[in-house]
């Protein structure tokens, strides 16, 4: 037991001063407004529904978990919107929120082959925290980080972005944490600052030649204040069958540090799902490249989404998909 206390002491620490957004930044493969808010509504004909649910210790109390479920919609036909709620606890520490993104879109130009729009993008942060400092106390053990602060409290920030679409690819720079630390459980003077974060991303959608194969890569680079930098690279795969009914799909990510002159890898995730009608779902796997990181053990994320279109078709690619491949004279993904 004492064991146990010592390694969720130390998540706890990570957590509070490193990795308190951690679902910010690993989680815009599935949902690109919780990093850039101009991505609300990024696909104008489609209202999505998702659901995150990640565990990292199966039959271990209080280990590392969350849970997210955000939901996009189109606002007439320029404004987009994008909410996502959240459930955060690692050991005895916990974080409720609310993210409420906001999108205006300008159409730059507009031809049978050529599609150009430039969003703008806005949105809000609340959270509430709140720390079982009675439970997590050790005699043994002692930080003033921990000890001498509140036990709860709320919170506020905000973020913005911008995004530039060109048919089927798309780059945008999304700046989070515009507004300095406000919550009082981090009011003690040995509370590291909150830093701006910087995320710069490009993405695109592409078929593979003569194969009934997609593929959608996404790159991010993320820095802050601190000079913290990282930099992933993820690949959506996409392959239906006979039954258009059905699909599968998978993904992988990667995350690297940039920090020293070459950096470490920090860490995977592979994805395997399959999509039926306008439902998919998908497991993730993730694990650790680093010393640390593996030494705490791998994790399993299940994720769940749900799409309606302005079509109300309800097979695995949507009829507006199928309209502009026959334009274009090509196939890709996006849901």
């Known amino acids: 037991m004492r064991k146990i206390r010592v390694i969720l002491l130390l998540l706890l620490c990570v957590n509070l001063g490193y990795a308190q957004k951690y679902y910010l930044t690993n989680q815009y493969v599935y949902d690109l407004f919780q990093m850039n808010p101009a991505a609300a509504a990024f696909h104008k004909n489609c209202v999505t529904a998702t659901g995150i649910f990640q565990k990292q210790w199966f039959g271990t109390d209080l280990a590392p978990t969350y849970q997210v479920f955000s939901f996009q919609i189109p606002v007439l036909q320029q404004?987009?919107?994008?909410?996502?709620?959240?459930?955060?606890?690692?050991?005895?520490?916990?974080?409720?929120?609310?993210?409420?993104?906001?999108?205006?879109?300008?159409?730059?130009?507009?031809?049978?082959?050529?599609?150009?729009?430039?969003?703008?993008?806005?949105?809000?942060?609340?959270?509430?925290?709140?720390?079982?400092?009675?439970?997590?106390?050790?005699p043994e053990y002692f930080d003033p980080a921990i000890s001498?602060?509140?036990?709860?409290?709320?919170?506020?920030?905000?973020?913005?972005?911008?995004?530039?679409?060109?048919?089927?690819?798309?780059?945008?720079?999304?700046?989070?944490?515009?507004?300095?630390?406000?919550?009082?459980?981090?009011?003690?003077?040995?509370?590291?600052?909150?830093?701006?974060?910087?995320?710069?991303?490009?993405?695109?959608?592409?078929?593979?030649?003569?194969r009934d194969f997609y593929i959608e890569p996404t790159f991010l680079y993320r820095r802050n204040m601190y000079i913290d930098s990282r930099m992933d690279a993820n690949l959506k795969l996409y392959m239906p069958t006979p039954d258009p009914d059905w699909a599968t799909w998978g993904l992988v990510s990667y995350r690297h540090t940039t920090e020293d002159k070459i950096g470490k890898s920090l860490g995977m995730a592979v994805t395997g799902g399959v999509v039926y009608q306008n439902f998919s779902v998908g497991l993730e796997y993730q694990f650790g490249l680093t010393k640390a990181r593996s030494a705490y053990g791998n994790t399993y994320q299940l994720v769940v989404n749900y799409r309606m279109c302005r079509d109300k078709s309800k097979s695995a690619i949507p009829c507006s998909i199928e309209r502009r491949n026959k334009r274009h004279n090509y196939k890709f993904l996006s849901y």
């Open 79 to 138: 404004l987009g919107s994008g909410t996502y709620v959240y459930n955060d606890r690692n050991g005895y520490y916990s974080e409720m929120g609310l993210h409420q993104a906001f999108s205006y879109e300008l159409q730059l130009t507009k031809t049978k082959r050529r599609t150009m729009t430039l969003s703008f993008g806005l949105a809000f942060t609340v959270e509430q925290s709140s720390l079982q400092v009675q439970e997590l106390l050790d």
């Open 148 to 210: 001498g602060g509140n036990e709860s409290g709320w919170g506020f920030n905000a973020s913005t972005g911008i995004l530039l679409k060109y048919n089927d690819y798309h780059i945008g720079l999304g700046v989070t944490n515009l507004l300095p630390q406000n919550n009082s459980l981090y009011s003690h003077e040995d509370e590291p600052d909150l830093t701006t974060d910087f995320h710069f991303h490009a993405g695109g959608s592409y078929k593979i030649p003569d």
